[in-house]
């Protein structure tokens, strides 16, 4: 079984940076996709990036360029969502999710990671 924990959320200003984190424990197999997703009270959670172990990416097209998925080593028990220039349209519950294969074609869809976090909460104020 894989546990996941997210961390690092909280209230920035416009403008402003945060990272979160996702530390896995348990049983972590060789080959991980790591996704960030999002949900915004009202909206339905939507993906916003991916990192699988070769180091490939996928970004949400509202956060390219604005966000950076990355790991801590080559270990895949601690990866970060690195948020520049926060928008108040980012706030939102910050979940991480994993599946132990190639990140699907579909990365954004949830439904596609059996292994998800309790989220960590984000608020970003004009």
């Known amino acids: 079984q894989v546990r996941l924990v997210e961390s690092g959320g909280g209230s920035v200003q416009s403008g402003g940076s945060l990272r979160l984190s996702c530390e896995a424990s348990g049983t972590i197999r060789g080959f991980v996709c790591m996704a960030w997703h999002r949900q915004a009270p009202g909206k339905e959670r939507e993906g916003v990036a991916t990192?699988?172990?070769?180091?490939?990416?996928?970004y949400a097209d509202t956060m390219k360029g604005r966000a950076t998925i990355s790991r801590n080593g080559t270990e895949n028990r601690l990866f970060y969502l690195q948020i520049d220039n926060l928008e108040p349209d980012d706030t939102a519950a910050y979940y991480c999710?994993?599946?132990?294969?190639?990140?699907?074609?579909?990365?954004?869809?949830?439904?596609?990671?059996?292994?998800w976090g309790q989220g960590t909460q984000v608020t970003v104020s004009a």
């Open positions: 990192l699988d172990s070769r180091g490939t990416t996928n």
């Open positions: 999710g994993a599946i132990y294969d190639y990140c699907p074609h579909s990365w954004e869809e949830p439904s596609r990671y059996p292994y």
